[in-house]
């Protein structure tokens, strides 16, 4: 099993800037990958921005790309998520989530281990 916390949520104006991370323990390995999603009162989980375990690959969803940036940390069994230039529709539980087998993937079905949210609320 994966253990995943995900922290550094908060209240934030518009065009703020907010840090998530995402801390992992349990039995890891390197071809994982690692995915951000939010989910907006009403709406559907969505995805947010992925990284491979191993390696430097990345992969944003089109609402924040440019704005958004996720990074990795193997030695600490990390991934964070730098969230620049919020606005309001960023609103959102933010939750951290790994998929077992290798591969980029956007659909939530994939993911096999998930962390419990952290609140992110942007105001006008």
């Known amino acids: 099993q994966v253990q995943l916390v995900e ?18 323990s349990g ?5 994982y990958s690692m995915g951000w999603f939010r989910q907006a ?13 191993s390696d430097t690959t990345t992969y944003y969803s089109g ?13 600490k069994n990390t991934v964070s998520l730098q ?13 951290c989530a790994a998929k077992v087998s290798s591969g ?3 659909r939530s079905f994939q993911y096999d281990y998930w962390g ?7 105001s006008s």
């Open 63 to 75: 609402s924040v790309k440019g704005r958004f940036t996720i990074s990795r940390d193997n030695a």
């Open 116 to 122: 419990q949210g952290t609140q992110v609320t942007v």
């Open 7 to 24: 922290s550094g949520g908060g209240l934030v104006q518009a065009g703020g800037s907010l840090r998530l991370s995402c801390a992992a």
């Open 83 to 95: 969230m620049n230039s919020l606005k309001p529709e960023d609103t959102a539980v933010y939750y």
């Open 104 to 106: 980029y993937s956007s």
């Open 41 to 53: 009162p009403g709406k559907e989980r969505d995805f947010v921005a992925s990284i491979t375990w």
């Open 27 to 31: 039995r890891t390995f390197s071809s």
